[in-house]
């Protein structure tokens, strides 16, 4: 069936380090995919989407690319934040349903 | 920014009772969902709604489940008997859209804790 999968965490990186979390994913068709974040305390937050190949999506200076061609949908941010502390999912979506990797715990020290 | 709203945070509840999870959608979306998290594992598709009518639900989402639209703004989950592992962070979300590419927007959850 559909999945997702994400890099082991916990990722621990210094401030304005450079992030990638990488998730692929293995599907029947082409389902749209998604990166959402969840902070301490907080519920799932929509962070970026794309719905098709070599869609680009960004937000808050996170972004990933749909690539078909690998199954991939590796998040990146170019500096991060102590703010940017969070989990974040991974997720396929053809219709109703999202389906979630494990999510990634991302910690950042100033 | 509109938000879903869930009631309460945290529930517990003795093995065998009834629970009813509370939801507001966002008020123009038509449809709505509810997944689970239990402590260290995914976060799990349970049902989707729409038109007063469940549109689909997973394998976990058996009798002992069900959903309710009771009037215009309120979307509840009713565990009828609950067991221990039921006990899990459950998650409601609504979106205007189900096709794929339309994104779904969660509530903070309620903590369910079957003693």
């Known amino acids: 069936g559909d999945s997702v999968t994400q890099m082991e965490g916990p990722v621990t990186l210094s401030e304005e380090a450079f992030l990638t979390i990488n998730c692929t994913y293995t599907?029947?068709?082409?389902?749209?995919l998604f990166w959402y974040v969840q902070y301490p305390g907080e519920g799932l937050q929509l962070l970026l989407k794309?719905?098709?190949?070599?869609d680009k999506g960004s937000n808050k200076g996170f972004e990933a690319t749909y690539r078909k061609e690998t199954t991939s949908f590796h998040l990146e941010k170019g500096s991060v934040q102590v703010s940017d502390s969070a989990v974040y999912f991974c997720?396929?979506?053809?219709?109703?349903?999202?389906?979630f990797g494990k999510g990634t715990t991302l910690s950042v020290s100033s | 920014e509109p938000e879903v709203t869930q009631t309460p945070s945290h529930q517990v509840t003795q093995m065998g009772q009834e629970v009813i999870l509370r939801c507001v959608p966002i008020?123009?979306?038509?449809?709505f969902y509810w997944y689970r998290q239990i402590l260290g594992q995914k976060v799990e598709f349970l049902v989707s709604?729409?038109?007063?009518?469940?549109?689909?639900k997973s394998e976990i989402f058996d009798d002992q489940f069900s959903v309710e639209r009771p009037d215009g703004s309120n979307f509840t989950l009713k565990i009828r008997s609950t067991k221990l592992e039921d006990s899990a962070m459950y998650f409601c979300?609504?979106?205007?859209?189900?096709?794929?590419?339309?994104?779904?927007?969660f509530g903070d959850g309620t903590r369910l804790s079957i003693l």
């Open positions: 794309a719905t098709k190949a070599d």
């Open positions: 979300a609504s979106s205007w859209d189900d096709r794929g590419n339309q994104p779904q927007h």
């Open positions: 599907a029947t068709g082409y389902p749209s």
């Open positions: 008020s123009n979306h038509l449809y």
């Open positions: 997720a396929l979506k053809f219709q109703a349903a999202l389906i």
């Open positions: 709604f729409y038109n007063n009518e469940i549109s689909e």
